[in-house]
């Protein structure tokens, strides 16, 4: 059990990581970093920000839920 949630706490940790990065920027900063200050068409659609919004927080709530688990198994010894 403990082994399926590290899995799990290290694959939405990666995915929460590549999600942020995907937002678009709201200023200058890291985003205009990886591209974020280029505006195009493709990307503005306020849908696919939404559900980004909501993928988003649904992996870290997973994340959350997950790192919660972990730490009581491990307090508890296993």
């Not at 999600?19 to 900063?29: A, F, I, M, P, R």
């Not at 994340?63 to 730490?71: D, S």
């Amino acid at each position: 059990m403990i082994l399926s949630l590290q899995i799990v706490v290290m694959l939405c940790s990666v995915l929460l990581v590549l999600l942020v990065l995907l937002h678009k920027g709201k200023g200058g900063g890291l985003s205009d970093l990886f591209g974020g200050g280029v505006t195009s068409s493709l990307g503005g659609s306020s849908v696919v920000e939404r559900n980004l919004d909501r993928l988003t927080i649904v992996t870290a709530l997973v994340w959350i839920v997950c790192a919660v688990g972990l730490g009581l198994l491990i307090n508890r010894g296993g």
